[in-house]
């Protein structure tokens, strides 16, 4: 009965010190996977951090250059403003220098209608034609 005692206690003794190496064999996997999940993760807060810098650094250029079309169009419209007023200024001048005209030269001034209306017609035919 000794006997029986003895190697029931060194079967329960192996079962246990192979219970205990699949036990820690187990942790071992667990702490390796987690080792790789950390590493992971770490990777994806790097990239997100990359594409956070790179977003901010794409909408500062996109406000610069939105700046930069703003003031060039407010230059334009500056420019719109000043030709327009020089196209009244020269048709005033174009409707005063044409009244002294037909009130001094009246034959003067009709030839030169004709001769308008003559060009005009001219650019017409071209037009139809395709001619430049």
Known sequence: ????YIIAGISL???FVFAWILH????AKLRKELRSTKG???SEKLMKETLKKESASMHQHRQVG???????????QVLIRRMDEDIL????SNEETE??????????????????????AIARYKSQLGIK
Not at 1 to 4: D, P, S, Y
Not at 89 to 92: A, D, F, P, R, T
Request: charged letters at 25%.
């Open 40 to 42: 992971y993760l770490e």
């Open 66 to 76: 939105e700046g930069e079309l703003i003031k060039k169009l407010q230059e334009a």
């Open 24 to 27: 820690l064999l187990g942790i």
């Open 99 to 120: 009244r002294q005209l037909a009130n001094s030269q009246p034959e003067l001034h009709e030839l030169k209608l004709k001769m308008i209306e003559a060009q005009n």
């Open 1 to 4: 009965m000794t006997q029986t």
């Open 13 to 15: 003794l192996v079962g």
């Open 89 to 92: 200024l020269m048709q005033k």
